[in-house]
Every structure is written in C-alpha cells, then in structure tokens.
C-alpha cells in the first residue's frame, strides 16, 4: 500500500453518479492520477486485473487520460487504451474486449472548463458511497500498488459493424444530425449512412472541445434551433441531436416539435413490448404518468423508479427488463442490447421504427402529450435540499391525491396529474417538476406544492 499524500482531490469532485470539476482548479492531472489508483485498488478488491479508458473530445481530455492510465497501472491494473470515444463505445469495450471495468474522461454536457470520469467497476456503474469511498482511500493512503502495463485498441469499427448488424431500416429515412462539436460527431454520421439512412445535413460533427457553436445538451431547447431550421430548410423527416459523450439524444420532428425522452420511451416500448409481452418496463420519476399507461396497454409491466442512470442501471441488472430510460434522456436497451445507456444505438434504434412509416413526424407527434412544465430547480444552501425534501415527505398534505411516492423525493399523484419535488444529487437544488391533463389542473396541482413547501421552509424563492 502507498503513503498517505498531502494533496487529496477536492470532496467536490465526488459526485453521486461521477466524478466532475474545472480542470484547472481542481481536476488536475495530478488528481485524476491519484484517484486512478484508487479506482485500480477497487477494481483488484473486487478481482479485476485490468481496465479499458477512453476520452471525449474537450482539450484537457489527452492529459488526463495520460494521468488516469498512469494512476491505474501505478495500482497494478493493466490499461486497454480505446482513445476519442463516445461514452456508450467505452461500455461496449468493456464487453467486447472482456474486461469488465472501464473508465471513460468526460466532461458530458458541461462548460468546455470542465471534464470528469464516469467509472464502471467490474460490470457495474459505481455510485454513491462507493465513488466518495474513492476519496477516503487516498485520503488514507490505502492504495494498491503494482506495475500495470499499457496497450491500445481501437473499438470503433466492432462498435459500428455490431450495430448495423443489429438495427435495420426499412428505408433510407431522411435525417439532420447534430452534434454539437461533441465526440458523436467523430461516429454518428458514419453509423447513420451504414445504416442506410440519408444524412442530409451533418450540423457540427467536427469535435472540438471548446464547442463554438452551441452547448452540446440536447436537454435545452435552445441547443435544437440548428435542427429545427436545417428541417425547415432541407427535405429531412427528423432530426436527432447528441450531448457531448454521446449516451443521450434528442429529437425534433419536421415541424420543429421536440420529443422529450420520456415520449421516446413510450415509442420504444410500444416496439420492445410486441416482443416481449408482460416484461417490465423501468422508467423514472420524473417522466410523464403517460409513460405507464403506454406501457401497461402494450401489455408490459412499469415500473416507476429513482432518478440516475448507475441506479437505473442497477435496476436493470435486478429485473432483467428488456428496457428502461430517464426524463434526462438516458435511454437502456437490453433487447438485442447490453443494458447500457447509449445514445447512438437509441438513434438507431428510433430510425429502425420510424422508417417503417411515411410520415415518421406523425408518429411521434400522436404519441401522447399533456401541459407539463420543464424540470424547475429550487435552489438551495448546500445539502439544504435533502433536508427540505425530507420535511416534504414527513409533514405534506395534498388533496385529492390517488398515490403518494416517496422513493426518490415526493411525487403525488392525482387522477389527472402529478407534481414531483426532489432533491438533486449533483447540485444543491430541489427538481420540480409538474404535469395534468390542462391547464388549469397544472396551476391547482402547483398550487398544492407550493402551499406545501413554504410551509417547511418559508424562506425559499419558489421557481413556479
């Protein structure tokens, strides 16, 4: 075992789901080394003997991949180097290459000063106490050591040869690809033209990491402009847009409707489901009560759970569920799939169901709908959000409600609508969020809430 050090990486770094921060302050090469030795004394206690590391596209992603590679064979791991990959292509290795632990140097949709490292530990995607536990080991200088050797590999064919003999289309659909100068640029028009779709227009495929177009998260709205005009534009069907490490999409219609991703599972599971009749469908709580209607009338199983892909993941593994996805547009295939969330595959597999229709904006835009509000963050002191939520769940009543969840904050359900309050995992905020069947029913539910939460902490600035 080595010495305790002096410099231990920044507490802030830990996240719930990864580990994150601004590269000049705080994830600096030197710390991304040391809890690259860390990760290597885990993987050994938990059998591992090597693991696989790729990187996205922002600036600092070479250097810290050197220092991740270096803290990993200093713990006695030997390193499978895949280089610029999308997230998703770093799981895949891990099973292609059978080596079931894999760290991929990503940064996702934050600013370009930003990068991280999301961690899978011999097969799953650790969370929780277990990254903090990172920390604690090199605080106390519990960490292996070894002489691991290094070698590199390139996934990238495997991963695209493995998808297109998987995913076929029944036509040469017509799409825009956006990728907001994030690494899916370097694979997603490639997968897409040998798929046999007609890219028409290729928006911001070349990676570069200070991303000088638009922010790569197709979560906001604003970053979708570009797809929405280039279908204006051009004689595409549909458009799909990829975050920076490319495990989640985002897709707009011809007539510049954004799907959320919780409308997307609800297509996805319609498809899985008429083949795997009666299976569970997992999705999380902060998705549209339609996703659960959709699911049991195509004769499935849902399953309302927590918010966080490692925990989705998690999930996953225990049911044996052929599919899952998040409101954050994380979406899991296991049918024909592995289980993890990929973003590109998802693409695939949409175009696969869309080509087999004529109108593919029609489809989605029937797929059903109702007034919701965005996520709304409430924000708090540091930690401030759990306790708020907690004082939610002990003492909030709220009329005429047909369910009560608490397994990821509070979510109340009414006959026609829910309101959700729960407390983030990465940053100090509580997410809100709301939907009923009109207008009026989205102001009365909010209303509930909003009673509900200045009555536990009156000091708040409510978001709604």
């Known amino acids: 075992m080595a010495n305790a050090t002096p410099n231990v990486p920044a ?23 040391q809890i690259g030795q860390s990760i290597a004394t885990l993987a050994r206690e938990r059998g591992q003997t090597a693991a696989v590391i790729g990187r996205d596209g922002r600036e600092s992603g070479p250097a810290l991949a ?47 000063e930003y990068n991280g490292l999301k ?3 011999a097969g799953e995607a650790i969370y929780g106490d277990t990254i903090t536990g990172l920390r604690t080991r090199i605080a106390e200088g519990k960490l292996a050591t070894g002489e691991g050797g290094y070698r590199t590999d390139d996934i990238a064919e495997r991963y695209l040869q493995r998808i297109v003999g998987d995913v076929k289309l029944s036509r040469p659909i017509k799409i825009v690809i956006d990728a907001g100068n994030g690494v899916p640029g370097a694979y997603a028009p490639e997968l897409f033209k040998r798929l046999g ?87 999380d709580v902060k998705c549209s009560r339609h996703v659960g209607n959709v699911v049991r009338e195509a004769g499935g199983v849902p399953l309302l759970w927590r918010t966080g892909h490692s925990l989705v993941k998690a999930k996953l593994k225990e049911t044996g569920a052929p599919l899952a996805g998040e409101m954050s547009g994380h979406v899991f295939f296991k049918e024909r799939w592995y289980g993890f969330d990929d973003g590109l595959y998802t693409g695939a597999r949409l175009l696969e169901i ?29 930690g401030e959000n759990f306790t708020l939520v907690e004082k939610l769940q002990q003492t909030a009543k709220f009329e005429g409600t047909t369910e009560i969840i608490t397994i990821d904050g509070v979510r109340a359900e009414f006959p026609d609508g829910f309101g959700l309050a729960r407390p ?38 409510l978001p709604f």
């Open 424 to 461: 983030s995992n990465t940053t100090p905020v509580v997410v809100l969020r709301f939907e009923a069947d009109n207008p009026e029913a989205l102001e009365r539910i909010q209303a509930q809430f909003r009673k509900a939460i200045l009555a536990v902490a009156p000091e708040v600035k």
């Open 354 to 382: 869309l080509s087999k229709v004529e109108d593919p904006s029609a489809v989605l835009e029937a797929l059903p709908n109702a007034s919701s509000t965005p996520e709304l963050k409430l924000e708090t002191a540091e």
């Open 11 to 33: 507490a802030g770094l830990f996240k719930a789901y990864d580990i994150r921060g601004v590269v000049t302050t705080a994830l600096t090469p030197d710390a991304v080394r």
């Open 197 to 283: 779709a007609t890219v028409v227009k290729e928006l911001f495929c070349e990676v570069d990491g200070t991303f000088p177009n638009h922010h790569p998260d197709p979560a906001d709205p604003h970053n979708l402009e570009d797809v929405m005009a280039a279908l204006r534009e051009t004689d595409a069907e549909i458009g799909l847009a990829f975050d920076g490490d490319g495990d989640r999409l985002g897709v707009v219609t011809k007539t510049g409707n954004i799907i959320w991703p919780d409308r997307q599972l609800m297509l996805f599971a319609r498809d899985v489901l008429s083949r795997n009749p009666g299976q569970q469908v997992i999705f």
């Open 119 to 121: 961690m899978v530990v």
């Open 66 to 112: 050197k220092a991740l590679s270096d803290g990993l064979r200093a713990g006695g791991l030997d390193v499978v180097d895949i280089g610029l990959v999308a997230t998703p292509m770093l799981y895949f290795a891990t099973y292609e290459l059978g080596i079931p632990t894999g760290v991929m140097v990503t940064g996702s949709h934050n600013p370009p």
